[in-house]
Nanobody, 115 residues
Framework: QVHLVESGGGSVQAGGSLRLSCAAS????????MGWYRQAPGKQREVVAT???????NYVESVKGRFTISRDNAKNTMYLQMNNLKPEDTGVYYC?????????WGQGTQVTVSS
């Protein structure tokens, strides 16, 4: 079983930056795929960015060039650097991990971007 804990959310003005962290209870070097998702009020949860154990990354079109996903295996932590934030980036951000044929989720961290 993998426990994931997100941190780093907060309230910023448009154009600002935040760095989210996702700390895992398991060695993330053993986790094949990890990702960040977000859920805006009244909307479905959507994928934001994913990263494989080999370091390959993918991003939803709306965040390309602004967000960077990364992982530090030594710290068992995944990150999401978010720059040039926009009000439409507002939502609860969740990290997940696919491990041993199961999908695990963190509890989420709120990101609020004001115009």
């Amino acid at each position: 079983q993998v426990h994931l804990v997100e941190s780093g959310g907060g309230s910023v003005q448009a154009g600002g930056s935040l760095r989210l962290s996702c700390a895992a209870s398991e060695s993330i070097g053993r986790i094949n795929g990890m990702g960040w998702y977000r859920q805006a009020p009244g909307k479905q949860r959507e994928v934001v960015a994913t990263i494989t154990s080999g370091g390959s990354t993918n991003y939803v079109e709306s965040v390309k060039g602004r967000f960077t996903i990364s992982r530090d295996n030594a710290k068992n932590t995944m990150y999401l650097q978010m720059n040039n934030l926009k009000p439409e980036d507002t939502g609860v951000y969740y990290c997940n991990a696919f491990y041993m044929l199961r999908l695990y989720w963190g509890q989420g961290t709120q990101v609020t971007v004001s115009s």
